[in-house]
């Protein structure tokens, strides 16, 4: 039985859309929450943005930058889905380096850029990052809530658990 011109084209129509339509390996870009649950000891899901609140009662939030420790930005217009970094060291209380994924260009990783705490007050609400395309930190600050740490890392006597406002 041979099948009607219609019928194959729609059959090849749709067969092209499924090669085209659905990503490949090389073709899924790597994403910032993959990339922070692979290389740190904070394991939690959902959108970058949703993480700070995802972590209350999991992990201890705060805002000190520690060595393991993910920083947690919020959402904007820019990233409507917020974005996670893993601290990989810390330079000073404004200034840490950071491993993270699909900031400066789609899918890529950085390891030990540079992130520095540009708030008024030093509590990491507002982050400048490293950003590729221009060669030098961002140009304009992130928000961001703060710092979750893994179990193995504390936070300082002054750190609030329990501030969802960061």
């Known amino acids: 039985m041979q099948r009607s011109p219609l019928l194959r084209t729609i059959t090849g129509l749709l067969a092209l859309a499924t090669i085209v339509g659905v990503p490949t390996a090389a073709q899924a870009r790597l994403q910032c929450v993959t990339y922070a649950r692979q290389i740190s000891a904070v394991q939690l899901s959902g959108n970058a943005r949703d ?16 060595k393991g420790a993910v920083l947690a930005f919020r959402g904007t217009h820019a ?22 994924a699909n900031w400066s260009h789609p899918g890529a990783v950085e390891k030990g850029v540079m992130a520095v705490d540009v708030s ?15 060669g030098s930190l961002g140009l304009r600050p992130s928000p961001a809530f703060g710092f979750i740490y893994p179990a193995t890392t504390t936070a300082s006597k002054d750190d609030d658990s329990d501030n969802d406002a960061g």
């Open 51 to 66: 993480w700070w609140g995802n972590a209350q009662g999991v992990y201890t939030r705060g805002n000190a930058p520690r």
């Open 120 to 134: 008024e007050t030093g509590d990491w609400s507002q982050v400048r990052v490293w950003y590729a395309p221009t």
């Open 79 to 100: 990233m409507p889905m917020g974005h996670v970094a893993v601290v990989s060291k810390v330079i000073d209380d404004r200034h840490v380096l950071i491993s993270h």
